[in-house]
């Protein structure tokens, strides 16, 4: 399948500060794009999607953005809290298959207080 | 509500035996369905796919298979396991209109 690249892998911030994780795909039929968190022993849970006629769209501490034309896409956390910590994945949706995904490799973010 | 359950939660088997995850899906009809497999540092990799009984679209050519018998199962097959698909398997589905998945609780596959 086509790829969705993520980074960073890893990513360590203070209780308070911003956090931004980006994403690359190279579908250009993908118009579908999620952002999955899974906490540690639990399945992924989706917290935001965007689609590919919006470029940003934002749920309280959490907020997307989509660049369609170079393909890259981030999920911004302000005020970040220890409980943002989790594996965060993005994805792209595969072409015309509905809602098949393609997902990055995760980035593991570490919130201290 | 909908819910969504995969067995057996953890497997372990030798290389060359046969292979079936089992999952299936309540409380909706027509789900989208999907199998997973999540190894430490590559994410989540989409195997199969089907938006319908009978119809699989494989992602990743490989050892294993999927099936659809009925219009809420799904299940992951394989005839002779290679050291190669240890791993963590997560079945999901999906509506129709929204692209929402929903995990399974994830099946651990040790091949020795």
């Known amino acids: 399948g086509e790829n969705v690249e993520q980074h960073p892998s890893t990513l360590s911030v203070q209780e308070g500060d911003s956090a931004v994780i980006k994403c690359t795909y190279s579908d250009s039929a993908s118009n579908y794009f999620p952002w999955y968190k899974q906490e540690l022993g639990k399945r992924p849970q989706l917290i935001i999607d965007i689609r590919s006629n919006v470029g940003e769209k934002k749920d309280q501490r959490i907020a997307v953005t989509l660049n369609k034309t170079a393909k890259h896409f981030s999920l911004h956390i302000t005020e970040t809290q220890p409980e943002d910590s989790a594996v965060y994945f993005c994805?792209?949706?595969?072409?015309?298959?509905?809602?098949?995904?393609?997902f990055g490799k995760g980035t593991s973010l570490l919130v201290t207080p | 509500s909908q819910t969504i359950h995969q067995w057996p939660a953890t497997l372990v088997q030798p290389v060359g035996s046969p292979l079936s995850l089992e999952c299936t899906v309540e409380g909706t009809s027509n789900p989208n369905l999907y199998w997973y497999r999540q190894a430490a540092g590559r994410g989540l990799q989409l195997l199969f796919y089907s938006v319908g009984i009978g119809q699989i679209s494989s992602e990743v050519p490989q050892n294993l298979s999927a099936s659809r018998p009925q219009d809420r199962q799904f299940i992951l097959s394989s005839k002779k396991l290679l050291l190669s698909d240890s791993g963590f398997y997560l079945c999901a589905w999906s509506g129709h209109s929204t692209g929402e998945l929903f995990f399974g609780e994830g099946s651990r596959l040790t091949v020795l």
């Open positions: 994805a792209a949706s595969i072409g015309n298959s509905g809602y098949a995904l393609n």
